[in-house]
């Protein structure tokens, strides 16, 4: 029998996961650390330090300003050059502390020995005190705060805990090489949050396409209790957190809902990770792992890096030549943003830097639409991008509203699938946008 | 100089242009059969038909619409091969021009151009020449194995045709040949009957269509459940005493249903977008197929049928949108 998936839509694009073999490197440490104070969904943290201060590995910088945000560390020692608005990945302007490294002292409160600490002595109330003090977010790309999503509201109960460890883009092993290196941190993760949700039974879902990651799992969750692997059938966007959901349990998130109502709550490896070392380590979140990779990155590794890091550092790292890169892309190809600027920082969400090399980096040109139906079968959501994009052009956005395109969550599959190269997602997008400003 | 763009960094490999050169690959092995069994009366046909409907939209293009030809899509070959295979081998040149330029210049372009056409234009080409020219429409070539110069033409029935009238007066089944003429189901599946050239080798079309589904061009579902359903209806018929007629496995080697199960009736722009639509639109071939083969004055009927259902197409694609994720489940 065939392992599980998701049931409406999907697509198959080429994996090109060329590092899922190439350990975790450590990327050492950059020049000057520009450390953004908006690595999440909601408001900026409030800075609390400024030009001059000495910090540590760890040292809180900013803290969060009010339920939807988090608490901002250096991930570097060293002196605060300044606080100012600096260029972002997209060109706009970001505040960003920015710090000198000077040699690498940590804060004497985080463990930085390798051992693993098993036993959780934590109550629920403290696990998540601990979340919210390292100021871990949802590390898969969302960036939502994760002391909000282990809160469970008044009157919800959660019977599912899964683990995404899908990693679903292609070229990505940043989640692929966590599994198998950090197995039994995420397993001991897992069973953190058992304990802060009060349920028995945690799974880790992981796609078919990473058999060393699954090997490495089974081997280990077979002494715990509580935490088992489901191998799943890998399909484009099955790390998506409601079509993971329908995959995992047979439940549809209803449009508008989110997954508590459904009882599940689903948490990235990386994220599980980062509560790992944040309650048994004491360790803020303030490092990643990161893929670097593409057509123009010779040697493409996984790394080890601290936020803030410039992506330039990481171009060097894979000896990529600036000057054949046509493009650079923050997250992956299908998902992820295309960069303006070279120095721009990693943040807790970067999950990966593609370089791509010129003949690459254009978007093919736009032909007639032949009806082929090819969007309305990859859609996941069951939407049909080729009406919505009409109607957008059209500039109908009443009519768009039963096209359900509030639904839509923006993977791209329309887009990639599509035979005459017609952004659909672009249209999707705007639909989107417009619909919510006629609001 | 980075560039930048918008979400997905990637596309599928196939694209148009792509696609149609499958569906040219596909259609090979049907006439490569073609001039095994016809000779190269059937690769003039062809080759007239392709150029010309080429040429058609290259010039709508270039002096009508005044924009740049869409003709490197290779929709236009595509539309050129399914018209030829849609003809007698020994149809004259004039003639194909001009159903060639029916079903450009009327059946696509003048709706707009790819994508955008109502009926499938190679069909319309056909049936405008089927009922202009009667005719030369329905004499058919005798095949006539590996005679490649094959110039004296004899002209013989069809399958279909045949059956059309052993239950009439016995003087017409006297004229058009009786049982006696029916070609066996291995002569059917290999081609060795008379036919549209394109239409006869049901292996060389179950070979492309095979080719199809490799390449995805295509899913199964519309020629599975065309096909099934006629199968399904002459079954019955069939079984509650019917006679030789709607023989169902006849049925299917026989006239157009394997080259418009396969190549036309999955054409995109005409048939519905969703893989529920696309059922209902195949059966609604099937049924209208065996009731025109069955009960009208013509013996194939699977170019009207497929005809018929384009015009159904925008009223099935209302009643079958698919379910959006998270709504309407019980």
């Not at chain 1, 009157?155 to 995404?164: P, S």
């Not at chain 1, 057509?295 to 171009?315: C, H, K, Q, W």
């Not at chain 2, 020219?133 to 013989?156: A, R």
Request: a neutral charge.
């Amino acid at each position: 029998m065939s392992n599980k998936t998701f049931h409406i839509g999907g697509i198959h694009p080429d994996k090109h996961k060329i590092t899922t073999n190439k350990p975790i490197e450590d990327a050492g440490l950059p020049e000057i650390a520009y450390i953004p104070v908006k690595q999440h969904i909601g408001s900026p943290a409030k800075i609390l330090v400024s030009k001059g201060d000495k910090v540590k590995v760890g040292t809180l910088l900013a803290d969060a300003d009010g339920i939807v945000s988090a608490d901002v560390h250096s991930s570097v020692s060293g002196e605060v050059l300044k606080v100012e608005e600096i260029e972002g990945e997209f060109g706009y302007l970001e505040q960003m502390i920015t710090v000198k490294v000077e040699g690498d002292e940590w804060e004497e409160s985080i463990d930085r020995s390798p051992d693993i600490i098993k036993e959780i002595t934590l109550s629920p109330e403290e696990i998540i005190a601990k979340i919210r003090e390292a100021g871990i977010v949802g590390m898969g790309g969302a960036g939502y705060p994760t002391p909000i999503k282990t809160t469970i509201p008044e009157g919800k109960k959660v019977e599912y805990l899964i683990i995404n460890g899908i990693e679903c883009e292609p070229y990505l092993t940043a989640d692929d090489r966590l599994m198998v290196e950090k197995a039994e941190q995420i397993i001991v993760g897992a069973k953190i949050l058992n304990k802060v949700l009060g349920i028995q039974n945690a799974i880790i879902a992981v796609d078919e396409n990473k058999p060393n990651a699954i090997e490495v799992l089974r081997k280990i969750t077979r002494s715990y209790v509580g935490v088992n692997v489901q191998v799943m059938q890998t399909k484009y966007p099955q790390g998506a957190e409601k079509q993971l959901i329908e995959a995992v349990t047979g439940r549809e998130v209803p449009s508008g809902k989110l997954p508590v109502d459904v009882g599940c709550i689903v948490q990235n490896v990386g994220t599980v990770n980062a509560i790992y070392e944040a309650v048994q380590k004491n360790k803020p979140l303030f490092e990643r792992v990161v893929t670097v990779s593409g057509d123009a990155a010779e040697n493409p590794s996984n790394f080890m890096v601290r936020v803030g890091t410039p992506a330039s550092y990481l171009i060097n790292k894979v000896h990529g030549n600036p000057a054949e890169i046509g493009k650079i892309i923050f997250g992956g190809p299908m998902m992820g943003t295309s960069a303006v600027n070279i120095n721009a920082p990693i943040t807790k969400l970067s999950s990966g830097i593609l370089l791509f090399k010129d003949d690459h980096s254009f978007k093919p040109e736009e032909t007639a639409c032949i009806r082929c139906g090819k969007c309305v079968d990859a859609c996941p959501v069951g939407l049909r991008p080729f009406a919505i994009a009409s109607q957008v052009r059209d500039g109908d956005y009443h009519e768009m509203k039963q096209l359900h395109v509030l639904d839509c969550i923006e993977c791209g599959s329309c887009a990639y699938i599509c035979p005459a190269r017609i952004p659909l997602l672009d249209y999707c997008k705007l639909g989107k946008y417009e619909l919510k400003k006629s609001k | 100089m980075l560039k930048i763009s918008t979400a997905p960094h990637m596309n599928s490999p196939q694209d148009t242009r792509s696609i149609m050169r499958d569906v040219v690959i596909a259609l090979m092995p049907a006439l490569v059969a073609a001039v095994l069994i016809f000779g190269l009366n059937a690769l003039t046909v062809v080759l007239t038909a392709v150029a010309a409907c080429v040429a058609f939209e290259y010039l709508t293009c270039r002096y009508l619409l005044k924009s740049t030809p869409t003709t490197g899509n290779l929709s236009a070959v595509v539309t050129g091969l399914l018209l030829a295979y849609n003809l007698p081998s020994n149809m004259p040149i004039w003639m194909i021009l001009i159903g060639s330029f029916v079903a450009i210049v009327i059946g696509k372009m003048a709706f707009g151009g790819i994508g955008k056409n109502v009926f499938n234009p190679a069909l319309v080409g056909r049936v405008f020449l089927f009922i202009s020219f009667p005719v030369q429409m329905t004499s058919w070539p005798k095949p006539d194995f590996l005679n490649f110069l094959n110039t004296d033409v004899e002209t013989g029935a069809t399958t279909l045709g045949i059956l059309k009238h052993i239950d009439a007066e016995s003087s017409a089944t006297k004229l058009v040949g009786g049982l006696e003429n029916l070609p066996d189901y291995g002569q059917m599946f290999l081609g060795y009957t008379g036919g549209c050239l394109g239409e006869v080798s049901a292996l060389a079309l179950l070979i492309g269509f095979a080719y199809l589904l490799w390449r995805r061009v295509i899913g199964w579902h519309i020629p599975f459940y065309y096909i099934s359903t006629v199968f399904l209806i002459t079954g019955i018929m069939w079984l509650n005493g019917g006679n030789i007629q709607v023989e169902p496995i006849t049925q299917i080697l026989s006239g157009g249903l394997l080259l418009g199960a396969i190549f036309m009736a999955t054409d995109y722009a005409t048939t519905p977008m969703s893989r529920k639509g696309q059922i209902v639109f195949a059966i609604g071939c099937g049924i209208l197929t065996v009731i025109i083969r069955r009960w009208s004055v013509y013996p194939e009927g699977v170019s009207f049928a497929i005809l018929i259902m384009n015009a159904f197409v925008p009223l099935i694609d209302y009643f079958t949108i698919p379910r959006v994720f998270g709504t309407g489940r019980k």
